[in-house]
Structure formats: C-alpha cells, structure tokens
Nanobody, 126 residues
Framework: PVQVVESGGGVVQSGGSLRLSCVVSGLNFADYAMGWFRQSPGKEREGVSC????????DYIERVKGRFTISRDNTKSTLYLQMNDLRPEDTAIYYC???????????????????WGRGTQVTVSS
C-alpha cells in the first residue's frame, strides 16, 4: 500500500522557522509531482506549493512566496517544505500529496492528487 507520512510540525513563535518532511512509500516517488496543502481552522484546504518530478517548484499563495521553499530528494522518496519567517496566519494542518501527472498545473486542485498524508499541525504564536 501507498503510505504518505508527514512530520516536522510543531509550535513556533512568529518569525521562527520549521522544516516539514514527507516520506512516501509504495509508489515510484520520482514519477510523481508532489505538493503541500494546508487547512487553517474554519477555512477550506488550499494548495501551497507543488514540485514537479524533476524538482521544479511552483508557489500558489502569494503571501508565502519568499518565505516557503518546497524541495524533494528522489533518492530518499522525501518531500520537504522549509518555512521561514512564520506568521500566525500560517497556523494550519499541512498535508503532503502525490500527483501521478508528474507536473504542476496552473491551479493546484485537490482532485489532481491521488495519495495523501494525514497532515502535521503547525502552530505559530504571536
């Protein structure tokens, strides 16, 4: 079975940093585009960043550009999200997801991603 497991969440003060990781097993990681979504309390889940199978990233939320960096290591079947200068509005559950299309589209839609993790909580205090 496919397993997608996120880690690295926690509680951090405003201005701090966290690095999320996502380990994937049960599929050929290098053949998938990968993405990070997040869901804040009372809000719909939104796409944050996507990265193609070859490592080309796309950010979908203007307010995280320059602060968040998505990356991947295909040799370790692992996806990362480096988050710097965190703000209280970044508080959310962050989800990792795999897309067999290999490339990132202009819109980051949940239905394009077939495999999902359970999420990791990120809480930013002011």
């Amino acid at each position: 079975p496919v397993q997608v497991v996120e880690s690295g969440g926690g509680v951090v003060q405003s201005g701090g940093s966290l690095r999320l990781s996502c380990v994937v097993s049960g599929l050929n990681f290098a053949d998938y585009a990968m993405g990070w979504f997040r869901q804040s309390p009372g809000k719909e889940r939104e796409g944050v960043s996507c990265i193609t199978w070859a490592g080309y990233p796309t950010d979908y939320i203007e307010r995280v550009k320059g602060r968040f960096t998505i990356s991947r290591d295909n040799t370790k079947s692992t996806l990362y999200l480096q988050m710097n200068d965190l703000r209280p509005e970044d508080t959310a559950i962050y989800y990792c997801a795999a897309n067999s299309a290999m490339y990132c589209k202009r819109e980051m839609r949940e239905r394009d991603f077939e495999n999902w993790g359970r999420g990791t909580q990120v809480t930013v205090s002011s």
